[in-house]
């Protein structure tokens, strides 16, 4: 069945035209096939950040903060040591 849906998949003008004419549709179409490709729109936390949280001083979680603030990546091992 997989076959027979890929042989009447819309061609690159249809593609062109969808965008054009429904670019909601044409959204969900991409979103679709990004999703099969692999890719997500989640955002996966390998380790339970309440805990390290906790964990920080007031000066490590305001210095945290800061470099957020400043649109800086922080790593939360510089502050407390993360265990596997």
Known sequence: M???AMK???DQNAIRTMAQDKPIEWAR???IFASLAGYSTKTEVKKDISIIL??????????AIS???RGEII??????????
């Open 2 to 4: 997989l076959d027979k």
């Open 8 to 10: 009447i998949a819309p």
């Open 29 to 31: 179409f991409v979103q």
């Open 54 to 63: 906790q964990t920080m001083t007031n000066q490590q979680l305001d210095d």
């Open 67 to 69: 470099k957020i603030e």
């Open 75 to 84: 790593d939360l091992e510089e502050y407390v040591e993360i265990k596997p």
